[in-house]
Structure formats: C-alpha cells, structure tokens
C-alpha cells in the first residue's frame, strides 16, 4: 500500500515539476564591444609612448595629480614616455609578466628637465629630489617607476611601502619585510631585471635600463 502510495506521489510530482512554466533563459552576461576611437599619442622625437606599444600597461602617473610626496601637481596631464629601446624592455617585461597573471602600473617614467626644476622648487633637498643640474635617469628617459597588479583581482601587490616613501620600508635590503613582501618585489625585480634593467637600493619601484646612456632632456609632452 505504502509502495503503490509512493508510486503515484512520484508521478504526481513529476507530472506537476514538468507542468512548471519553464523559467526564462538565464541571460548570459556580455559586455557590448567597446567602440574606441583610435588614440592618438602626441610624439616627442627620441622617446616612445608606452601605452602606443604596451596598451595593458596601466598608468598612474602621480606628477600628473596632487598625490604625491610634493602635493602638489608638476605634470600638465599623464604621460609615460621613454626612449624606445627602455619602452621596448618594459614592454616585453609586461608581456612577460601577463602570462603569469600579473600587470604593470607605472608611477612615473620620462620626466623632463623643466618638470625636473619645478620638483626641486618645490623640494630643494638632494636626499629626495635630484638637482636639475646633475639630471637624473628618469630625465633620459632611461628610468621608470612601478610596481605590478593581480590582473585577475585588478588589485596591486603589496610592496611594504607606498610608492615615494622616504624610509626604511622602501630599502631593498630592509631586514623586517614579510616573507609576503619579498615575494611580491622578487616577482617585479626578476621580471625587470631578465628585460635589462637594473634596481636600486633605497626605492623598490624604481628600474633603470642598462644600455647606452642617452641625453638629458628638456622636451615635454604635450596635453591633448
Ligand atoms: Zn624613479
């Protein structure tokens, strides 16, 4: 009795689930196909557009804003500009890089002379700005600051310190960074350093490119 019971309950169920209006289709989520107007990069003869060879590399320059050590805006607009063979390095760096699941950000690359004063204006200490006079790699075009970002997550890899912090933390050799720490630098630095590129002591991000020195230069983009 329970058994023929049974029975019927499962045909009534099956009959009353197939009865069911069906649910609509589930709407499979694609973004439209984004229409972008071929970018046009101001060119300054000798120097390359990052973002013209290497378009996932994502900027942030912080000259171009307030949010930086200074406080104050030294870069009409954003640009990352270097001399071809440096673009070309950080390129291949980036593609490097992407095929692990990391992105670069850069915080500062090519900076002219005259961008050069108007820092050392605002902070006229060699122990945070180099004079104008002397120039510096990034005023050759020869230099760039970054660091890298989980492409998956969209979020930076921490580094122990922000970006132009004057300290300890930002030391290569500090000897109380986290084994995590170590980790992310040792991703950037290996990645830099296979694409020709050089580190320094005192500031994690920045990476000088090991080649044949090129002019100091006074040209500066132009903001469109
Ligand atoms: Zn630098």
Redesign the pocket.
């Known amino acids: 009795m329970t058994t023929k019971y049974l029975g019927w309950l499962t045909i009534f169920f099956l009959i009353s689930c197939h009865n069911q209006p069906s649910k609509p289709p589930v709407k499979t989520l694609v973004k439209p196909p984004k229409v972008v107007k071929k970018k046009v990069y101001p060119t300054i003869p000798g120097f390359t557009n990052i973002q013209k060879i290497a378009p996932t590399i994502a900027l942030d320059i912080r000259y171009a804003t307030k949010d930086n050590f200074t406080g104050e805006q030294i870069y009409p607009c954003p640009a990352c500009y270097l001399r071809p063979e440096v673009a070309a390095a950080l390129a291949s760096a980036n593609t490097k890089l992407r095929k692990k699941g990391y992105g670069i950000k850069v915080?500062?690359c090519y900076r002219p002379r005259p961008a050069q004063q108007r820092l050392w204006d605002k902070v006229p200490n060699p122990n945070y700005v180099t004079p104008p006079s002397k120039g510096?790699?990034?005023n050759r075009g020869m230099?760039?600051?970054l660091t890298i970002f989980d492409v998956k997550k969209m979020r930076e890899l921490y580094m122990g310190s922000p970006y132009d912090f004057f300290g300890m933390k930002a030391h290569t050799d500090y000897p109380s960074l986290s084994q995590k720490v170590i980790r992310h630098r040792k991703i950037l630095t290996d990645a830099m350093t296979e694409a020709g590129f050089k580190g320094i002591r005192t500031?994690w991000?920045?990476?000088?490119y090991v080649g044949p020195l090129q002019a100091l230069s006074d040209v500066e983009w132009e903001c469109k």
């Open positions: 915080f500062d510096s790699m990034h230099a760039v600051d500031e991000w920045h990476f000088y």
